[in-house]
């Protein structure tokens, strides 16, 4: 597994910012916004703007989007 971080840029309401993730959470969160038919951007965009708290590093919120995504489209074992 791959462990470094990886950073991108984005600006996010008027403001530009640096995230930095792990290569998996990257393709995790592109794959989901394949899925949604949106851009990486927008998709990023969301995730700041619905953050219950707003002290919650972008990145750890990332994070947190990927997996509940994750989790969503796994298969519900029963």
Do not use: Y
Not at 10 to 20: D, K, M, N, Q
Not at 51 to 57: G, I, K, V, W, Y
């Amino acid at each position: 597994m791959r462990g470094h971080l990886e950073k991108r840029s984005f600006t996010l309401a008027g403001h530009r910012t640096s995230v930095a993730l792990e290569p998996a959470f990257w393709e995790a969160l592109e794959e989901e916004a394949a899925r949604r038919g949106t851009t990486l951007l927008r998709l990023v965009a969301e995730a700041d703007a619905v953050r219950a708290d707003p002290t919650l590093p972008l990145a750890s919120a990332l994070r947190l989007h990927a997996l509940a995504a994750a989790r969503a489209a796994a298969p519900q074992s029963q």
